[in-house]
């Protein structure tokens, strides 16, 4: 099956950096979604991406379908962005969703 | 717009006492629904999913039980609960085709089993 990857695991921020997570997977998908699970547990959508670059705000999102990855963008942190970000595909066989392990971000104020 | 709804929000249930769990969706008709559990703050494994009123795929053996008694009402249930039940659920929902596309997440629920 499609095995999900993300890096890095964790990542700790000073408000006002910049950031870039990758998330690599093993086989052509056409659906893939970036995810933000707050400190509460909420998970919100961000961006679903299965090719080309979108953006909203201070966050963008660009997959490269042909090489399989995606990369998620956040600038000018703040506080706020602190959560574990997920990217996740959809297997179309049975409703299955395959999600990378996530990346923590902490960002310090 | 569509929304989605679960509660409750947080629980605290002792060993072999039952559980319910409801969510429902508004805004949508004939959605796919899924009932999800994360453990450890990482990933999530998914328990059930339903593509219709009564129709119901389980992905995984557990002392959990779904029902879909409604098209937008999917309910989680076990007639006695494990220590190894406690988790944190969540509740999704994605538009009925034969490829789901964008999936979306309730608020979740922290069950607490002692």
């Known amino acids: 099956g499609i095995q999900v990857e993300q890096s890095p695991p964790d990542l700790i921020l000073q408000e006002g950096a910049n950031s870039t997570l990758r998330c690599n997977f093993s086989?052509?998908?056409?659906?893939l979604q970036w995810f933000h699970q707050n400190p509460w547990g909420q998970l919100i959508n961000l961006f679903y991406i299965p090719s080309g670059t979108k953006q909203n705000g201070r966050l963008s999102a660009t997959t490269v379908a042909t090489e399989r990855y995606s990369l998620l963008y956040i600038s000018s942190s703040q506080t706020t962005d602190s959560g574990v970000y997920f990217c996740?595909?959809?297997?179309?066989?049975?409703?299955?969703?395959?999600w990378g392990a996530g990346t923590k971000l902490i960002i310090k104020p | 717009s569509q929304t989605i709804h679960q509660w409750p929000a947080t629980l605290v249930q002792p060993v072999g006492s039952p559980l319910s769990l409801e969510c429902t969706v508004e805004g949508t008709s004939n959605p796919n629904l899924y009932w999800y559990r994360q453990a450890a703050g990482r990933g999530l494994q998914l328990l059930f999913y339903s593509v219709g009123i009564g129709q119901i795929s389980s992905e995984v053996p557990q002392n959990l039980s779904a029902s879909r008694p409604q098209d937008r009402q999917f309910i989680l249930s076990s007639k006695k609960l494990l220590l190894s039940d406690s988790g944190f659920y969540l509740c999704?929902?994605?538009?009925?085709?034969?490829?789901?596309?964008?999936?979306?997440f309730g608020e979740g629920s922290w069950l607490t089993v002692v």
């Open positions: 996740a595909v959809f297997m179309d066989s049975n409703y299955q969703l395959i």
């Open positions: 086989d052509s998908v056409n659906n």
């Open positions: 999704a929902w994605s538009v009925s085709a034969a490829f789901p596309n964008t999936i979306y």
